[in-house]
Antibody, heavy 116, light 106 residues
């Protein structure tokens, strides 16, 4: 079973940019799956942020689309998330996961706090 | 946009009892529904997909049913490790999640 691990800073300043990376092990990121970011916030519960295929094709949540960029690095078997213009409402736990129609493998999650 | 609602918000039961959780979709989603379990400090874990198929390694006491707009997750006999929050999920244009049902110890 593929394993995923998020990494990145746990504290982001208001108006700053969040940068997270998800390392994939036990399988190739070039397999026939999409790779996704989901967050869990007190205000909105579980919320899909976006996803990427190994070809670089992306899909984003329309409510976040103007602030989100997801990229893939096949040489490192990892994918990344950038979320700009962070506010307190973006505070929460961020997960990376493997997805077909359902999310069958998840990272452990990383807590991101937006605060000055 | 499809909306998922879950009921009840909280279910208080004793070990050994049967748990019945509901997920309702605002439109017909056929059988494209999954259930996840989340324990404190952990990521959600896929339990059921396509309404009734158990994911790898999921015990037989977990079962899913339903189609269209009404779905049910049943835990036949609660064990101590089953007290957690349960979410339903559907993918239309993107994955959407229900608000969750917390199963706690009575």
């Amino acid at each position: 079973q593929v394993q995923l691990q998020e990494s990145g800073p746990g504290l982001v300043r208001p108006s700053g940019t969040l940068s997270l990376t998800c390392d994939v092990s036990g399988g190739s990121i070039s397999s026939l799956n999409w790779w996704t970011w989901v967050r869990q916030t007190p205000g909105k519960g579980l919320e899909w942020i976006g996803e990427i295929y190994h070809s670089g094709s992306t899909k984003y949540n329309p409510s976040l689309k103007s602030r989100v960029a997801i990229s893939v690095d096949k040489s490192k078997n990892q994918f990344s998330l950038k979320l700009t213009s962070m506010t307190a409402a973006d505070t929460g736990v961020y997960y990376c996961a493997k997805i077909v129609h359902y999310l069958d493998s998840w990272g452990q999650g990383t807590l991101v706090t937006v605060s000055s | 946009e499809i909306v998922l609602t879950q009921s009840p918000a909280t279910l208080s039961l004793s070990p050994g009892e049967r748990a019945t959780l509901s997920c309702r979709a605002s439109q017909n989603i056929h059988r494209y529904l999954a259930w996840y379990q989340q324990k404190p400090g952990q990521a959600p874990r896929l339990l059921i997909y396509d309404a009734s198929k158990r994911a790898t390694g999921i015990p037989a006491r977990f079962s899913g049913s339903g189609s269209g707009t009404d779905f049910t997750l049943t835990i036949s006999s609660l064990e101590s490790e089953d007290f957690a929050v349960y979410y339903c999920q559907h993918r239309s244009d993107w994955p959407i999640f229900g608000p969750g049902t917390k199963v706690d110890i009575k």
